[in-house]
């Protein structure tokens, strides 16, 4: 933000300005603040006079944004230019008087960079099948086929008539299943069957087959029916069939998906990260529980792996389709295949909800329009901006671009704005916010943290109201929590509705001083910096944390471990480390993520998990939970396991009365190294598959003689 000119116009004296809060703020920032009245009309010199400095602008001022940059662009300039909607934000409200700090708060945060957005190619060729049961299918299919290269699949529930000529082939089948996504898309077919080409005034049907299989580019849903793939997925088209203001929607939308298409990568997966399993054992399944489009699955499945067809049934491709199949869709390993372990994450399928960024414990999964240490960036430079420049106690209000910028908007047009201490903070989806997010803000001195939700609470919401659930506890846990809640939702499509529940949160007061610490390094270090601040170093050591919360501990009951170190293999983060030099085992509480594998994998069940945070020294260092004398080689001293493993092999395989160790001199081959046995097994002459005396063959003469003798 050094050297950075900020333009802050009163759009025609429409809202009063607090130049000495915004010198202050900007003064702070190390930015010169330059005042105008109509900026985009009789004073764009002014602007255009920047411009020629070359340095970075940012204009207070978002609906003149389109003259700007265009000025900017005929003039050459090749200046970072940014925007900021001050107006809306902040100058239309009953409080605009008062809110300078937070006009240069927003001016700080708008100066923060924005990296460029990761995109995911998409094509589509317009090979759409249509899946219906009556007439409807059939008419949108008719107003499609000059633009998309259509197949009609009927249900055959319903008689219909034949069209009098055959644009495009008309089929009847169920659709069973679907993959994919936009361009890659494939559907199992049962009852597959092509009509009487005599048909009359209804379709006669041939001989069905299960197991047909469609690859296509879109899927249009008219079968009323349940849908055959979540909600969200991009070409997956669907309406009820007698709702015609829908399937005009979804004729029109159709329409326009053929061509080529970039969609944002809304977030980064790094597999050596995951903690989902090891082994053949599952431990996190968060993102898998949350994931409303099924981006994630629990494994990769081979390229080119497709359903099985039921046995006896003929596989059977539809005509209209592509030849190959979808590479690299999602689903399931065929048996006798080795599980990953890590969660396949599609981007092609994934709608951006952020839900699954939000809860990851490791952060294998961080959300990318825009990246997390960008957004804790922001936030950081509005709360500390807005402190800068004199403000107290701010409200931070999370919300999603699309509908919180509208009902924001509506506030300030027709209500009495936003206070002057709510500091909104635009976010992509809301359902992206992390706990490292609301944990960092209290930390930098908000009071109180709203989230903006719609009314119909959105896929997803879940992973933010357990993020919401954690901090409430945190800060109860601290004695910072009150009434109203610090952290809490606001679920309303209405703007003087989102005025009355803010309302109540202008009440909260800062819990701590704020801090200054920088938002760098992974979302859970900035985490553990914030937590750190907000507690202070007097408060309490252990703070208790509700289920499935990303710290704990993992109790280890030491009577009944018997070091396997089973543990220590499995552990993603080795919170489990074992001592190379004697038996052994370690626990650090700070880099534990309650993924549960510890508890799957140890084959004594001696582990437990206990969600909390522990704000003890001991939590950041590895502590001994178990530890044993080794047992030393008979032979040559040699450290080779544990006295308590070894005394219960020797126990159990005395007590099992096998022959080879009911001599005490072929148990001493116990106490031995690896090397030293087998010295000693050779010197010995011992063989292995040697066995005791084979009994005397008797036969029927035998039995009689003795028989005979005995009486």
Known sequence: MTDRIAFVCSCEDSMPLDGRALARGCAAQGTELRMAEQLCRSQLDRFLAALGEGRPVTVGCTQEAPLFAQEAEAAGSAAPLAFVNLREQAGWS??????????????????????????????????????????????????????????????????????????????????????????????????????????????????GKDGARSRCDLILDLTGGPALLPAGRIGYLRAAP?????VEKLIAEAGGLVGE????????????????????????????????????????????????????????????????????APGVPPPGAKPAEHVALSAEICAGCGACAAVCPTGAITYALPPPGTVLAQARALLLGFAEAGGRDPVLLLHGGAQGEALIDALARHGEGLPARILPLRLNEATQVDLSLLAAAFAWGAAGVRVLLPAHRPHGAEGLFRNLDYMAATLSGLGLES?????????????????????????????????????L???????????????????????????????????VAAAGCTLCLACTMVCPTQAFTANPDRPELSFSEAACVQCGLCVATCPEKVISLEPRLNFSESATRPVVVKAEPPALCARCARPFGTQSSLARVKAKLQASGHWMFQDQSRLAVLEMCE?????????????????????ATRTTEDWLRERDQEE
């Open 94 to 207: 009953a409080e605009a008087a008062q809110a300078g700090p937070k006009m240069a708060a927003l001016l700080a945060a708008a100066a923060v960079p924005l990296p460029a957005t990761p995109l995911v190619p998409l094509k589509s060729e317009g090979v759409a099948l249509v899946l219906g049961r009556d007439e409807t299918a059939i008419a949108a299919a008719q107003r499609l086929a000059e633009r998309l290269d259509l197949t009609v699949l009927l249900t055959g529930e319903t008689a219909v008539t034949p069209p009098r000529s055959a644009e495009f082939p008309i089929l009847r089948g169920r659709a069973r299943s679907a993959t994919g996504w936009l361009g890659q898309f494939e559907v199992v077919v049962d009852g597959y069957a092509a009509p009487s080409p005599a048909s009359r005034a209804r379709y006669a049907w041939g001989p």
């Open 242 to 246: 007698g709702d015609a203001a829908a």
């Open 261 to 328: 298409f970039d969609k944002p990568r809304f977030v980064q997966f790094e597999a050596g990260l995951c903690a989902h399993a090891r082994n053949r054992r599952t431990g996190c399944t968060r993102c898998l529980d949350l994931c409303p489009t099924g981006a994630i699955t629990p494994g990769v499945a081979p390229q080119g792996a497709r359903e099985t067809v039921p046995q006896g049934a003929r596989e059977t491709v539809l005509p209209g389709a592509p030849e190959m199949p979808p590479q690299g």
């Open 483 to 519: 009434r109203p809640l610090r952290a809490a939702a606001i679920e309303t499509d209405d703007p003087f509705t989102l005025a009355e529940a803010l309302a109540p949160a202008l009440a909260l007061r800062t819990p701590r001083p704020a801090a200054s610490f920088l938002a």
């Open 521 to 555: 390094g992974t979302p859970r270090e900035v985490l553990r910096q914030a937590l750190a601040a907000l507690h202070g170093g007097d408060g309490p050591a252990v703070v208790a944390l509700p289920e499935k919360a990303p710290f704990g501990q993992a109790r």
């Open 675 to 695: 090397d030293c046995r087998a010295v000693a097994a050779t010197e010995s002459a011992l063989d292995p598959y040697a066995g005791p005396p084979r009994p």
